[in-house]
């Protein structure tokens, strides 16, 4: 538990976090910040709570600043940015029960998920049954966000913005899907912005149901979305 923030990387000897097993929890009532060579890993059932947002810049210096895995999740209030200004951060929530949950904010206030936000090569990749939930996730380029192999992402809005690329992929015996909430968009309005459906063959395994926008408003340009391969695209709302 900690009322103030809490910071790993940027001092000697505070390296990395780890909540792992039912029961365990880990709660930081400030801002949580990871820096170089650090990272935050919740496994195992493992809860984690971030009341004040989030930022994580390792600049490439662990395989991934943020590991979700094996019924691992983290639930947070204000923005969680990735890659504020440095590249090759990369982010991973895997396996079923993995989540990072946003406030259930809409439309308004601060609840984005920022991936790429100024830097280059930040990925964040969801999959086998992992999931992304409740908050707007903006993919500022060039990074990439995957959700494959089963992935779940639920977000109230879902952004690409200046050659940011988002993938949803499927396969046998698999669905990957995208499942916009309360009324927000599949957005690729923002220039040279990316989306790939692909189903890999398999009908119905790579779904995104959400209304889309592409490249609407002035100077956007360059945006395109692929769907392949029995990729399904729903444009609900």
Do not use: H
Request: aromatic share 8%.
């Amino acid at each position: 538990y900690g009322t103030v923030p809490f910071t790993l990387g940027n001092r000697m000897g505070l390296r990395s976090a780890l909540v792992t097993g039912p029961g365990s929890l880990g709660v930081s009532f400030g801002s949580l910040t990871v820096g170089s060579n650090a990272a935050v890993t919740v496994d195992n059932a493992g809860k984690m709570v971030v009341s004040n947002g989030a930022t994580l810049n390792s600049y490439g210096t662990v395989p991934y600043c943020l590991l979700l895995t094996n019924g691992g999740q983290i639930y947070y209030t204000n923005s969680f940015t990735v890659g504020n200004a440095s590249s090759s951060n990369r982010t991973l929530i895997t396996g079923n029960g993995s989540m990072l949950q946003g406030p259930g904010d809409t439309l308004s206030g601060s609840s984005w998920s920022y991936w790429g936000a100024g830097g280059v090569a930040n990925t964040l990749q969801i999959e086998n049954g992992g999931a992304f939930s409740n908050a707007r996730l903006l993919v500022y380029g060039p990074t990439t966000v995957t959700i494959t192999n089963g992935g779940r992402c639920y977000p109230t809005v879902l952004y690409g913005g200046n050659r940011g690329l988002i993938k949803v992929v499927g396969g046998a015996g698999v669905t990957s899907l995208v499942y916009g909430v309360a009324g927000g968009g599949f957005n690729l309005t923002s220039l040279c912005s990316t989306g790939v459906i692909d189903g890999v063959g398999s009908d119905g395994s790579a779904v995104v149901t959400m209304p889309l926008y592409l490249g609407n408003g002035s100077g956007n340009y360059g945006n395109v979305l692929i769907v392949t391969n029995k990729g399904r695209l729903y444009c609900s709302g």
